[in-house]
């Protein structure tokens, strides 16, 4: 079983930058690929980006490439998930999760789920 709790969301103008944390709890997150979520209001949850369990592998949508970072720090069971450049088109909550099969962007690959953390971007 693997817990996760996010922080780090708020409120930015276009152009400014966020860091989501995603603390995990249990001492297997090193053995979880790990991957960030979003979901804006009346649409499906799409996937941000993904990162290795090693951190030696990473992806990321389109939408996002160039502008956001995913990293991991396994010692302190936390990812991140550095947002810069922030669009209006941004605004969701952010989820992260954690897959025992490897990384994916398919979110039925991810067992274990965080309660989200709201990203606004005014413009």
């Known amino acids: 079983q693997v817990q996760l709790v996010e922080s780090g969301g708020g409120l930015v103008q276009t152009g400014g930058s966020l860091r989501l944390s995603c603390a995990a709890s249990?001492?297997?997150?090193?053995?979880?690929?790990m991957g960030w979520f979003r979901q804006a209001p009346g649409k499906e949850r799409e996937f941000v980006a993904t990162i290795s369990w090693s951190g030696g592998f990473l992806h990321y949508a389109d939408s996002v490439k160039g502008r956001f970072t995913i990293s991991r720090d396994n010692a302190k069971n936390t990812v991140y998930l550095q947002m810069n450049s922030l669009k209006p088109e941004d605004t969701a909550v952010y989820y992260c999760a954690a897959s025992p099969t490897g990384w994916s962007t398919n979110r039925r690959a991810y067992d274990y789920w965080g309660q989200g953390t709201q990203v606004t971007v005014s413009s």
């Open positions: 249990g001492r297997t997150f090193s053995s979880y690929a």
